[in-house]
C-alpha cells in the first residue's frame, strides 16, 4: 500500500525582551540557578503577573510578518497542572483567544517549486523552569531563571507532506524570527525548538490517521531523522496489522528511535480558563501601524533585491539572506568597498569559514564588517594579493590590529616597483648560473623554478604579474 | 484612647498630649489583656510596632507627619508583610515569612502607621464565620460563645474590641461587611481594583478586594484614602484618579435617592434585623432622603454563580502551595506525587478542600461549559440588574447579613446553611461595585449592619452616606461589654 505523511508542527520561539512575560526579571541566559527569580517568578503567595508589553509587539511583529489576522482582543488562560518547575501550579498561555490567528508562509521545495503552508495560529506563554535531576543524588534541583521567560508557540496546518518539508518550514520560521529580531533563534540554548505531530494514511484517503507528537526537538536534523523514523515505525505498526495510539513521543537521537512518554489516558485535563489575574489584550490599531511600520524588511524580498541590487548570483544572495545578521555584515561591506560580488565572497567564504569553526555567529564576528571593507580595499587598491589578504584576515581575527597596522607591520605591501623587482631577479640569475644555461638551451620549464625563486627571495611581495613580465624579458633577452 | 477617633488621636499626637510610641502601647497592652479571650490576632509585632512608633514620634515631632503618622493598626493576615509571618490563616503558610510587603502593607507603613500584628481570619479567606482558621475560632467581643463573621473575623474582632483602632480586611464574598455587621464596627468593600491586589493572597482574583474596618466612615474614609491607588504591580488595579474620601462626608443627603430593593427582604431575614433596617431607613427619610423600591430580579442566582467562579479559581490560586518552595511539607515523601498530595491534604483545612474540589470539577473537560461559563453568564446578568437600578438611584441599602451572629459551631458542619449567611453580600463582589456596613439598633443586645451599595468608584459618596447617619444616630459608638471603658 502507498502511504501518506501528515504533519504539522508547533515551534516555540522564545521572545528575545529583556524581562520575562510576567515579571521584571531578566531572561538573560547561563546564569547562576535561581539568580533571575523574582518573588513573581517563584509564584509566592499574593504575588500578581503584569504583562511585558514589549513581548506583545514582538507577537504582533510576527503576525504581520506571515500575513495574519491579529484580533483586538486576545486572552490568557491558565493552563493547570502541577510540576516542581511550574511555581504557580498553572502555566499562563493563550487558549481560545490567541494573540496571532491564521496566517501563512511559502517553503521552497527541493525541484523549485513553492509551497504554501497555512500557519494557524501564535500564542504567547510562560516557559516553565528546568528540572535537575542530575545535580543531586536522590533529589530534584529547580532552577527557575528560564520561568516566565516569554514564548510564541507557533502552530502550523497539518500541510506539511514530509520531513524535508517540515525542515524546510522550521527553517524557514527560525529565519523569519531572527530577522523580525524577535527570537534570537538560538537551538542550544532551547530558544528555539519544536513539537512535530506525525500520522500516516493511506494514499489519497480524505480522513487523518491517528498522529503522534514527538516532544522538544532542537534541531534541524533531529527533527528530519525524527519525522522519518517515526513515520517509518507508524506504518511498520499498520502493516502488521497494529494501531497506532495517540500519544507524547520522544525522539532519542543516540539510541535513533521514538518512544513512548506518556498516552493519551495519562494526558492531563488542564483545565483551561482564562487568567483572572490578567485583563484581555487589546490589540488597537495605532499599535498594528507602529508594529508595521518597525516591520523590517523580509528575507525573500532582501534577497531578490540583493540580486537586483548587487548582480548577486541566486545562491549567493540565498546564503547572504538566510540570517538578518549575515545580510546586515554583507550589505555594510558592499556598499562602503562598492565591490558587491567580491564582499559576497569574502562574507560567504573566509568570513563565514572563521564563524562556523569559532562557533559564533556573524553579531559577534572577531573582524568587524568595517575591518573587512578595509582589508577589501587594500585588494582592489592592489596594496595586497589575494594570497596575502588572507593571512591579513587571520591577523585581523587574531586581534593582531587593523588591515592597514598589520600590512605596514609585517611588511605585506606587494612590491610592484619594477627596478626593485628587477634586482631580484638579477641576483638569482647570477646565483643559479647552471639553471640559466639550461633554460637558455630550450628547457622551458626552468621558468617556474626563476619564478618561485623571486618571490621567495620577495617573501611573496612581489607583484606576480611584475614578476612574470620582467622575468620573460630577462631570461629571454 | 481606645475610643477616640482617628482624627482625634491625630490631634493629640500632635498636640503632644500622648506619643505614638504610648498610644502603641496603650493598644498592645489591650491585647495582651484581652485577646485571650477574642483569639483575634494570630501574630502580635509589638517590637515591629513600637519601633515604628518611635519613628513616627520622630516625624511628629519634625512637623513631617500625615494625617495617620503614628495611630497603631492591625493587618489582616492575608497581606503579605516583609520578614513577618503570613499564615492566611492556614497551617499550610504556618511556617511562611514573606519575603516582601503587601502595596496595601506599604502604603500604610508610609502613611506611619504602627503595625501591631496580623489578624485571624478564615483560612485563606473561605468562611463566614471565622471557624475554619487553622489557629481557631475567633469570639465575638458582644458575646463570646458567637462568631464575629467571616473571613476577616479577627479584624473585625480587633477594632470592636478597641484592640485597634483600624484593621484592613479583604472582601471576596462579604468578608468585610458580614463580620463588621456582626461586630458593629464599619467596614468598606472599595470597588473592584480600587485598591491594589498585589500581596493580598488570592482566594478569587475577580472577586477579592482589600478594604478597612474602623469604627466609624469618616475613620474608613481617612484610612481607605491611604490605601487606594493604581498599583502598576496589579494589572486589575484600576486607573480611576484617586480621591481624598473625606472630603464629601459632610455633605447633605437632601434629596439622595436610595434604592431599596425588596429581594433583600424577602424569606430569610430575620424579622429582628428586617426592623432595623427598616428603621435605619426611616432615619434616612428623615435626613432628607428618598426611598424607591427597586428589582434585582437575579439576586438569588448571586449564591450558585459565586460558588462556581470562586471555587474555580481559587482551585487555581491555591495550586502554587504545593511544598516545594515554601509552606508545609510533609514529612519523608516517597516520591513526588506522594509530596503534593500528602503535603496538601495535610496543609488544607476541609473548607478549602472541599471549594478546591469544587472549583476543579467546574473547570474540567466536559463540565466547564456548563458550570464555569454559565456561572459566568449570569455574573453578567447580575451586574446588569445593578447597572440598570443605579440609573434611577444613587445607593442601594438592605441588610448585610440574614441574622445577628449566630453560635460557634453552630453551622460549622453544615456548608450550605453557612454560604447562606452571604445571599445579600455576594452579588456586590461578583458586579465589583462597592459596599459599606455601618451599625445600626442592635437586637437582643447583638449588632446589626445596614448594607449601602454604591455606584463604581462612588466610594465618596457612600461614606458621606454613612457619615451622615452615623452624625444623627451613635450605634456605632456602642461598645461591647467590658471592651470599652
Known amino acids: 500500500m502507498e502511504w501518506e505523511t501528515v504533519i504539522g508542527l508547533e515551534i516555540h520561539a522564545q521572545l528575545s525582551t529583556k524581562s520575562k512575560l510576567f515579571s521584571g526579571s531578566s531572561t538573560a541566559y547561563g546564569s547562576e540557578p535561581n539568580t533571575q527569580a523574582n518573588v513573581v517568578d517563584l509564584a509566592m503567595p499574593g504575588v500578581l503577573p503584569v504583562l511585558n508589553t514589549d513581548a506583545v509587539r514582538k507577537a504582533v511583529m510576527f503576525g504581520l510578518a506571515i500575513d495574519a489576522e491579529v484580533p483586538d482582543i486576545s486572552v490568557f488562560a491558565r493552563k493547570n497542572y502541577f510540576y516542581p518547575d511550574l511555581p504557580q501550579g498553572y502555566q499562563i498561555s493563550q487558549f481560545d483567544k490567541p494573540i496571532v490567528g491564521l496566517g501563512h508562509l511559502d517553503i521552497e521545495l527541493e525541484n523549485g517549486e513553492t509551497k504554501r503552508i497555512g500557519v ?15 545535580d543531586f543524588a536522590g533529589q530534584t534541583g529547580v532552577d527557575l531563571n528560564r520561568s516566565g521567560t516569554p514564548l510564541l508557540e507557533i502552530v502550523s496546518e497539518p500541510d506539511l507532506s514530509n520531513a524535508k518539508e517540515a525542515v524546510a518550514y522550521m527553517r524557514k520560521i527560525h529565519t523569519l524570527v531572527q530577522f523580525l529580531g524577535i527570537c534570537d533563534g538560538n537551538m ?17 484517503q480524505a480522513k487523518l490517521g491517528t498522529r503522534a507528537e514527538l516532544k522538544n526537538i532542537n534541531s534541524f536534523k533531529f527533527v528530519e531523522r525524527g519525522i522519518n523514523i517515526e513515520v517509518e515505525r507508524q506504518i511498520d505498526l499498520i502493516e502488521a496489522g497494529g494501531t497506532v495510539v495517540q500519544e507524547t513521543r520522544l525522539f532519542d537521537p ?6 513512548s512518554m506518556r498516552s493519551k489516558e495519562e494526558a492531563n485535563d488542564y483545565r483551561y480558563f482564562p487568567d483572572p489575574d490578567l485583563l484581555p489584550v487589546a490589540i488597537t490599531q495605532e499599535l498594528r501601524d507602529s508594529v508595521r511600520a518597525e516591520l523590517p524588511e523580509l528575507p525573500e524580498i532582501k534577497k531578490q ?5 548587487f548582480e548577486l548570483s541566486e545562491f549567493d544572495a540565498g546564503v547572504l539572506t538566510s540570517s538578518r545578521a549575515s545580510s546586515d555584515y554583507f550589505e555594510i561591506v558592499a556598499l562602503a568597498t562598492g565591490e558587491a560580488k567580491l564582499s559576497a565572497n569574502w562574507v560567504n567564504g573566509e568570513l563565514a569559514s572563521h564563524l562556523n569553526k569559532a562557533e559564533l555567529d556573524f553579531a559577534d564576528s572577531k573582524v568587524t564588517p568595517e575591518q573587512l571593507t578595509s582589508l577589501i580595499k587594500r585588494i582592489t587598491d592592489n596594496t595586497i594579493s ?6 591579513v584576515f587571520e ?3 587574531n586581534g593582531e590590529g587593523d588591515t592597514d597596522q598589520i600590512i605596514e607591520a609585517k611588511g605585506l605591501k606587494k612590491i610592484t616597483d619594477t627596478g626593485a623587482i628587477e634586482a631580484i631577479i638579477d641576483g638569482i640569475i647570477e646565483a643559479n648560473p647552471g639553471q640559466y644555461e639550461q633554460y637558455r638551451s630550450g628547457k622551458d620549464k626552468l621558468f617556474g623554478f626563476f619564478v618561485g625563486q623571486t618571490m621567495k627571495a620577495s617573501k611573496g611581495q612581489a607583484d606576480p604579474a611584475e614578476v612574470n ?3 620573460k624579458s630577462k631570461l629571454d633577452a | 484612647m481606645h475610643n477616640k477617633s482617628l482624627t482625634e488621636l491625630a490631634a493629640d499626637l500632635r498636640a503632644g498630649a500622648y506619643t505614638s510610641v504610648e498610644l502603641t502601647q496603650h493598644f498592645l497592652d489591650r491585647i495582651e489583656k484581652h485577646d485571650g479571650s477574642l483569639n483575634s490576632f494570630i501574630t502580635v509585632t509589638a517590637d ?3 519601633a515604628q512608633a518611635a519613628e513616627a514620634d520622630a516625624q511628629i515631632a519634625a512637623g513631617t507627619a500625615g494625617p495617620l503618622t503614628g495611630i497603631p493598626m492591625a493587618h489582616k493576615d492575608i497581606f503579605c508583610t516583609d520578614g513577618v509571618k503570613t499564615s492566611c490563616g492556614s497551617k499550610m503558610l504556618d511556617n511562611f515569612i514573606s519575603p516582601y510587603d503587601a502595596t496595601v502593607v506599604e502604603k500604610l507603613k508610609a502613611a506611619g502607621m504602627p503595625m501591631l500584628g496580623k489578624t485571624n481570619m478564615d483560612e485563606f479567606a473561605m468562611g463566614s464565620s471565622n471557624e475554619t482558621s487553622f489557629y481557631g475560632a475567633v469570639k465575638n467581643p458582644w458575646d463570646t460563645d458567637r462568631v464575629p463573621g467571616g473571613s476577616s473575623g479577627g479584624s473585625a474582632a480587633a477594632v470592636a474590641a478597641r484592640l485597634a483602632p483600624i484593621t484592613t480586611g479583604s472582601d471576596t464574598g462579604g468578608s468585610i461587611r458580614q463580620p463588621a455587621s456582626l461586630t458593629g464596627i464599619t467596614g468598606i468593600k472599595p470597588t473592584y481594583g480600587r485598591v491594589s491586589r498585589f500581596g493580598m493572597i488570592a482566594y478569587a482574583s475577580s472577586l477579592d478586594q482589600g478594604g478597612v474596618f474602623a469604627r466609624d466612615a469618616a475613620d474608613c474614609a481617612l484610612v481607605l484614602s491611604a490605601m487606594s491607588g493604581f498599583d502598576e504591580k496589579d494589572s486589575t488595579s484600576s486607573e480611576e484618579e484617586n480621591v481624598d474620601f473625606t472630603s464629601s462626608l459632610d455633605k447633605s443627603l437632601d434629596g439622595l435617592r436610595i434604592g431599596v430593593p425588596k429581594e433583600y427582604f424577602g424569606e430569610g431575614l430575620d424579622e429582628g434585623v428586617s426592623t432595623s433596617i427598616k428603621a435605619a431607613l426611616e432615619q434616612y427619610k428623615a435626613l432628607g432622603a428618598e426611598i424607591v423600591e427597586i428589582e434585582l430580579p437575579n439576586t438569588g442566582l448571586a449564591i450558585p454563580s459565586y460558588y462556581v467562579i470562586a471555587p474555580a479559581e481559587c482551585s487555581a490560586n491555591l495550586s502554587r502551595m504545593d511544598g516545594v518552595r515554601y509552606g508545609h511539607r510533609c514529612e519523608n515523601p516517597v516520591d513526588l506525587e506522594d509530596m503534593y498530595k500528602r503535603s496538601r491534604s495535610e496543609g488544607f483545612g476541609s473548607e478549602v478542600k472541599r471549594r478546591i474540589m469544587v472549583g476543579t470539577y467546574a473547570l474540567s473537560a466536559g463540565y466547564y461549559d456548563a458550570y464555569y461559563i454559565k456561572a459566568q453568564k449570569v455574573r453578567r446578568k447580575i451586574k446588569e440588574d445593578f447597572v440598570k437600578a443605579f440609573e434611577n438611584v444613587d445607593v442601594i441599602m438592605g441588610p448585610v447579613a440574614p441574622t445577628t451572629a449566630f453560635k460557634v459551631g453552630e453551622k460549622k458542619d453544615d456548608p450550605v446553611s453557612m454560604y447562606l449567611s452571604d445571599i445579600y453580600t455576594l452579588a456586590v463582589n461578583l458586579a465589583g461595585l462597592p459596599a459599606i456596613s455601618v451599625p445600626v439598633e442592635p437586637v437582643a443586645g447583638l449588632p446589626v449592619g445596614l448594607q449601602i451599595i454604591g455606584n463604581y468608584f462612588d466610594e465618596s459618596r457612600l461614606l458621606n452616606v454613612a457619615h451622615q447617619f452615623q452624625q444623627a444616630t451613635d450605634w456605632h459608638k456602642q461598645s461591647p461589654e467590658g471592651f470599652g471603658g
Not at chain 1, 589575494?386 to 593571512?391: D, V
Open chain 1, 395 to 397: 591577523a585581523i581575527w
Open chain 1, 188 to 204: 542550544q540554548e532551547g530558544s528555539f525548538r519544536c513539537d512535530a505531530n506525525v500520522s500516516v494514511r493511506p494514499k489519497g
Open chain 1, 305 to 309: 533585491r540583493f540580486i537586483d541590487q
Open chain 1, 254 to 259: 543516540d539510541k535513533d528511535e521514538t518512544r
Open chain 2, 48 to 50: 515591629i510596632a513600637l
Open chain 1, 469 to 471: 613580465r620582467l622575468l
Open chain 1, 386 to 391: 589575494g594570497s596575502t589578504a588572507k593571512a
Open chain 1, 120 to 134: 494557524t495560529r501564535a500564542h504567547l506563554e510562560q516557559d516553565a523552569g528546568k528540572s535537575l535531576h542530575e
